[in-house]
């Protein structure tokens, strides 16, 4: 007996849970054909294992996909600390890949910096962490200007006998969601303390809600899609979708030539105060922020949190005109009034007020400062108000171009001020190496500081014409200008035309300080020599070759008390066959006998082949008036070099003097 389809369909909603004598009954058929049609039904389902499968091939092929992609080694690996060189198989460092994973549509990412540490931590290490963006950095200027490099060499300076890391994470450009996506990997690594200092780029910095390097305003998508870029199939997919939008004609944002980094990342450029758009900014910055604050609660790790400081003196760039509000450019004129007539409670607040409303949101709005202090007191983390210690060291009480560069990245002064005040604030925390800090009165530590500052005439140099490559073009000039300050730069030094040199790629900046350091060498100043080394050293401080190419030329121009301190540094770094030698060759020069002895016969443990080493030592034995030992040693010597001229005279010299004594 033939079924209709509706009772074909009243027995697929029904079998499973009715029995076939009760359908029977319902439907009025016979049982047997209830039962044969229920047959056919369970015939004609696919099992459970065909849903399954179903489900895995395309699992499978994806897993199959990235298991390729990392065999060829396709894409960038954005794990977040690596070992970058063989020569340092025991230090991690901010991996120089990773800002591409934030920074996507322009053809050269900003530089991390090369701060190394240690892969397995120490007892004796103290291990800093500083996370933020260009200002963290220490742009414009060489890394050794940042704040820092401030507070490790005063770390240094205090704490001789632990092993000082400060590890700057600043990346140019970048914003809460590039540090929230470091720190579970920062937090694997043992922090003593990590220090805040960002959010002026919550607009235009990577994934910010108006930049050019968007995925949306959705702060989840966005924490997804950068887990996502962890694996290599989303890199590919990434590239074909590109490959696609360049074949029908949509631009990436390369930029032009000259472009600065500020110009490429603007998306949205005017802002409205407290437009939706703005308000997505603070919100972002907010859950990120909280976000990470939670985390390192949860962690247990120190956290010193700062405020940020900005140029208030700096005109806005943008005026949206509004019914509701007035223009930036009307306030920034009534702050300037305020001013001139000496009423600077107003013309501070006029200033503030003027920088909020700037359409152009480079410079972070109050209410980003207002959501830090909350979150700092929320989460009881210790703050310290860097935009009030900027106007408290400014004349008139407000911060300008006395202590910033531009529109808000401080000037060397600046920087350093930043780093005593995070300093001070780790001292009154209690958050300092547990061991006890030598005695040095803080007027004698600044002075020490000050007279051992690692900065050059090269660094300034470069520092200047990438200011001017910055204050020449968009926004501080209209766009498509000239940029005339770049064009007015005359390259009247070699100083010059090497800074011109690094600030277009034609040289490394090593490269470009060990060109000028050897100029002054053969100008014959040692002085300038070495502070170019030792801004080679500041930069790299576990790189050895860089010790060694200042100690050898002073050793061969005899400026030993010069050398002494690149050998003592490099020895406790590393103590060598090497540094041992020419320790004890000084000591000797020195007249500090014993000490030479010592040193000397430690490079022989550590190298015995060396004849030079014996030659040395025989001389201050004798001196030391060991005449026997001398004999021994200058024996030793010539065994080693037959052709040792001044060790045969010498050993001639002992022999005759010593038959003269038993005569």
Do not use: C
């Not at 830090?372 to 004349?395: E, G, T």
């Not at 001389?619 to 030391?624: K, L, Q, R, S």
């Amino acid at each position: 007996m033939a079924l209709t389809n509706k009772q074909k369909n009243y027995i697929k909603k029904q079998y499973k849970k009715t029995s076939p004598e009760q359908l029977a009954k319902d439907l009025k058929l016979p049982k047997e054909t209830i039962e044969n049609y229920i047959n056919t039904i369970k015939t004609r389902q696919p099992r459970k294992s065909f849903y399954i499968i179903l489900v895995l091939i395309p699992i499978l092929f994806f897993i199959l996909l990235e298991g390729s992609l990392r065999i060829f080694n396709y894409g960038k690996d954005y794990t977040t600390f690596i070992k970058i060189s063989d020569d340092f198989p025991n230090l991690l460092f901010l991996n120089p890949d990773i800002p591409y994973k934030y920074f996507s549509n322009i053809s050269k990412a900003p530089s991390v910096f090369p701060d190394g540490f240690e892969k397995v931590k120490s007892d004796s290490t103290f291990r800093v962490f500083v996370m933020g963006g260009s200002s963290a950095a220490g742009w414009p200027f060489a890394h050794s200007a940042a704040f820092s490099r401030y507070i490790k060499r005063r770390l240094e300076l205090l704490y001789p006998h632990n092993k000082i890391e400060v590890i700057n994470l600043g990346i140019a450009a970048v914003n809460s969601f590039t540090l929230r996506d470091f720190l579970p990997d920062v937090l694997k690594q043992k922090p003593d303390l990590i220090l805040f200092y960002f959010g002026h780029n919550e607009y235009y910095g990577a994934l910010g809600v108006a930049s050019s390097e968007s995925f949306g305003n959705s702060g989840y998508l966005t924490n997804l899609f950068l887990s996502l870029e962890n694996f290599k199939t989303t890199q590919l997919i990434k590239s074909v979708i590109k490959s696609i939008y360049k074949f029908i004609g949509s631009k990436t944002n390369h930029g032009k030539p000259n472009e600065t980094l500020m110009e490429k990342m603007i998306g949205e450029s005017a802002i409205p105060l407290n437009s939706e758009l703005y308000r997505d900014g603070i919100d972002q910055f907010k859950e990120n922020f909280t976000n990470m604050l939670n985390m390192l609660r949860k962690a247990k790790v120190n956290v010193v949190i700062s405020t940020l400081e900005s140029n208030l003196l700096q005109k806005p760039f943008i005026s949206i005109p509004s019914d509701s509000l007035p223009t930036a450019a009307t306030v920034f004129r009534e702050a300037k009034q305020k001013l001139r007539k000496n009423k600077l409670t107003q013309a501070r607040g006029l200033f503030y007020k003027a920088k909020d409303l700037d359409g152009l949101r480079f410079r972070a709005p109050s209410e980003i400062n207002s959501v830090i202090k909350k979150l700092a007191k929320q989460f009881n983390y210790p703050l310290i108000n860097i935009d009030s210690v900027f106007n408290a060291n400014s004349p008139d009480k407000i911060t300008g171009y006395n202590l910033t560069v531009d529109h808000l990245h401080p000037n060397v002064k600046g920087y350093q001020l930043i780093g005593k005040t995070f300093f001070e604030e780790m001292n009154k925390q209690n958050y300092l190496p547990k061991h006890q800090p030598l005695n040095i009165p803080n007027d004698t530590q600044e002075k020490i500081l000050k007279s051992n500052f690692p900065f050059t005439k090269l660094d300034s140099t470069v520092a200047d014409f990438r200011l001017k490559k910055l204050l020449g073009a968009y926004p501080f000039v209209p766009k498509n200008t000239p940029n005339y300050l770049l064009k007015a730069i005359k390259l009247k030094t070699t100083v010059d035309s090497t800074a011109a040199h690094l600030i277009d790629h034609d040289i490394s900046w090593t490269n470009a300080h060990y060109k000028i350091a050897k100029m002054y060498l053969r100008k014959g100043n040692i002085r300038l020599f070495k502070k170019e080394i030792d801004a080679m050293i500041d930069e790299f401080p576990f790189d050895e070759n860089f010790y060694v190419t200042a100690i050898t030329p002073l050793i061969q121009l005899k400026k030993y008390s010069d050398a002494l301190p690149y050998i003592i540094k490099l020895d406790k770094m590393h103590s060598s066959a090497y540094t041992n030698k020419w320790r004890g060759a000084i000591e000797l020069e020195l007249k500090h006998y014993k000490r030479a002895i010592t040193y000397l016969n430690k490079s022989i443990s550590l190298n015995p082949t060396d004849a030079q080493v014996f030659y040395n030592l025989a001389g201050a034995y004798y001196f030391n008036r060991q005449t026997d030992k001398a004999l021994s040693a200058i024996r030793k010597s010539i065994s080693l070099n037959p052709k040792y001229k001044q060790a045969i005279n010498f050993y001639n010299s002992l022999k005759h003097l010593k038959q003269n004594i038993y005569k």
